[in-house]
Each structure stands twice: as C-alpha cells, then as structure tokens.
C-alpha cells in the first residue's frame, strides 16, 4: 500500500496542509516546531487510530481553538491498483441543557469517512484490518517506535518473526535441526495414528493435563485428612469390639426366640385358615348347582315360548308366500282378459263397418 496525498486542517496547529506523496518514498525536513512530528503523527492516527509519539492525552484538535473541524485526509494505492480514500473529521460537540440560555461543551467526536462515504468507527477499523492484510498490528509495528517491544504479546511476536523470517518453517524442521528436542517427536505422535501435533496443539493439552493434575493434588491433603479422621470415628478397642459381639449374639437369641413362637403360631394359623377355605369350596360348589338348578328351569319356559313364536312366524311366512303366489296369477289372469277384451273389440269393429243385404 503507498501513501499517494495528505490533506491536514486546523490539525495539531497545522491550519491547512496539502502534500502530494505520489506513493514514493519522502523525507521531511525542518526546524524544530515546524510540523514534522505532526505530519507523521497524522498518518499514523489515520491508519491505527493512536498517534505515532507516546504522547499522553494526545488530541488531533489545535490547541486554544473553538468551532473548528480537525481533519486528516489520506489518499492510498492498493496492492492491486485500486485506490482508497480515508479521512477522519475531530470536532467539538455543544448541547443546550434545559433551563440553560445558551450552548455548552459537552465533548468531542470523530467523524469517519472511506472515500468520502460516512461509516461507523466499526467499519472503518474493519476496512483497516482489510487493506493491511487482516491484521493492523503488521502496520503499528512498522510505524509506532517501540510497539512490537513493548505493545504486542509474545504469541504474536513469535508469529511475526516467523511470517517475516521463513513462512515454509515447520515444528519438524525446528526439531530436527536441534538435537535436543528430538524426543519431542514421541510425543507429538496422536494415539491412534501417524500424524503428529503441532507444537501448540501439544502445549495446550499439557496445559489442560497439568491443570488437572494441580485440581488433583489440591484434593490430596483434604482427602487425607477425611481419611484420617474417618479411621479414628471407626477404630474401636478389642474390648469394646467382643462387648458388641455379646450384644449381638443375646440380641440374636432373642429374635430367633421370638420367631419360634412366630412360627408356630404360624402353622397353628394355617390349618383354620386351609378349614375355612374348605368350607368355603364346598359352599361355593353346592351355590353354584343349585343356580344352574334353578336358571335351567326359569329358561326351559322361555325357550319353549320362543319356539312357539317362531313356529307361528313361519306359518305366518308361508301363508304371506301363498297369498303373494295367487295374487300373481291373478294378475296373470286380469291381463289375459284385458288381452281377449280388447281382441273381441277390434273384431267387433270389423264386423260393424260391413253392409249387409
């Protein structure tokens, strides 16, 4: 990415600024005080949002000024030709409070803009980390003094160093060169299969066993301690031990006496009980024959009257069958009458139109 122009106003005491860069490389002469700093510091909060210096409190706005918009334009070359176009707007916000006549300063704001389109700070930071390859700490290590010594954590400086040094290096490559960690490749191997963990894959699983392990030894003086006092509630003398065995044995006499009893009462309880359901048997059995008994002859009447009925219903049935059998020849009959009517008339006709002499 090249810097193509720069546009400052009313920025740190620079009042209006134009240089065009035209993405080449550019030194910046001058005295002291004459704005240097401020220009580097310009790009710097345009592309990381904090300033080049150390500076605490540090403030695009010129000092002692009211009213004024503090801004800083960039215009860049892409990787791949195309051109962006960054600003930032810092200015000063007034808000009139109730009851109150006029304005006051209630803070400040900044305003963003890529290619001359407002956007929310979210989105401009996200196009940042886009155009600086998905990662803005590669550019404040280029452009902050002291960032990567200071600022980025030690995973992150690893990787840095890496991706600069030799992107193609491998946990193999490391290990092998270094004899001392050639035992490392035992236990890198995953159980199971011949492919191996990377070296920070193996690192946190022994970080997660080790926390484990340090869970699991925390426990011990506590479960020793359990375990003591455990032993001491159940340790007894010998003396106290055959006390309880004599209590228990006289207590066991006593129960298989009282059970003695319980069982012969028991049996004593059986034969009433097998004499009452004998008697019991017997009665059910003489209740049951006199109800067949009984019900055999209620039913011997009614079935005698049911075969009644039905008799009387086929004689009934049949006559219903010899009365439908003589009306049809009936009908046979009134038609063979109609029939011989009507012939004895078209005869009659005939004879009637005849002259006689």
Do not use: W
Not at 8 to 31: D, H, P, T, V
Not at 32 to 47: F, H, M, P, R, V
Not at 123 to 132: G, R, S, V
Not at 174 to 193: A, F, Q, R, V, W
């Amino acid at each position: 990415m090249k810097l193509l122009s720069l546009n400052l106003q009313n920025f740190r005491g620079i009042k209006s600024l134009n240089i065009n860069f035209e993405g080449k490389s550019a030194n910046i002469y001058g005295a002291n005080g004459i704005g240097k700093t401020t220009i580097a510091n310009s790009i710097s909060y345009l592309l990381t949002v904090q300033q080049l210096t150390k500076e605490k409190d540090f403030s695009p706005k010129t000092s002692d000024t009211h009213n004024l918009h503090h801004i800083v334009n960039g215009v860049f070359e892409l990787d791949n030709g195309g051109q962006i176009s960054l600003s930032k707007d810092y200015y000063e916000v007034y808000r009139q409070k109730k009851g109150e006549l006029a304005e006051k300063l209630s803070g400040h704001t900044t305003d963003h803009y890529i290619n001359g389109v407002p956007v929310k700070e979210k989105e401009y930071i996200a196009n940042l980390e886009k155009i600086c390859g998905g990662d803005v700490n590669k550019t404040k290590v280029l452009m902050l003094v002291g960032y990567f010594a200071e600022v980025l954590s030690t995973t992150d400086k690893r990787k840095l160093l890496f991706e600069v040094c030799d992107k193609g290096l491998s946990d193999e490559t490391i290990i092998n060169k270094n004899i001392s960690l050639i035992p490392l490749n035992e236990y890198l191997i995953i159980p199971g299969t011949n492919n191996k963990y990377l070296i920070d894959e193996y690192k946190k699983i022994a970080v997660n066993q080790r926390r484990e392990i340090n869970k699991k030894l925390e426990s011990i003086p506590e479960r020793i301690d359990e375990l003591e006092l455990s032993l001491k509630n159940d340790l007894q003398t010998k003396d106290t031990i055959n006390i309880s065995i004599k209590n228990i044995e006289a207590e066991r006499e006593v129960k298989q006496k009282e059970l003695d009893i319980l069982l012969s009462d028991s049996k004593a309880l059986e034969l009433s009980i097998d004499k009452k359901i004998s008697v019991l048997e017997n009665h059910y059995q003489e209740s049951k024959a006199n109800y067949i008994e009984n019900n055999n002859k209620d039913n011997e009447e009614i079935y005698k009257a049911i075969n009644a009925l039905n008799n009387k219903k086929a004689e009934l049935v049949q006559t219903s069958m010899e009365y439908k059998n003589k009306i049809y020849s009936l009908d046979l009959k009134i038609n063979e009458c109609i029939s011989n009517r009507q012939r004895l008339l078209d005869e009659y006709d005939k004879v009637k139109v005849n002259t006689f002499n």
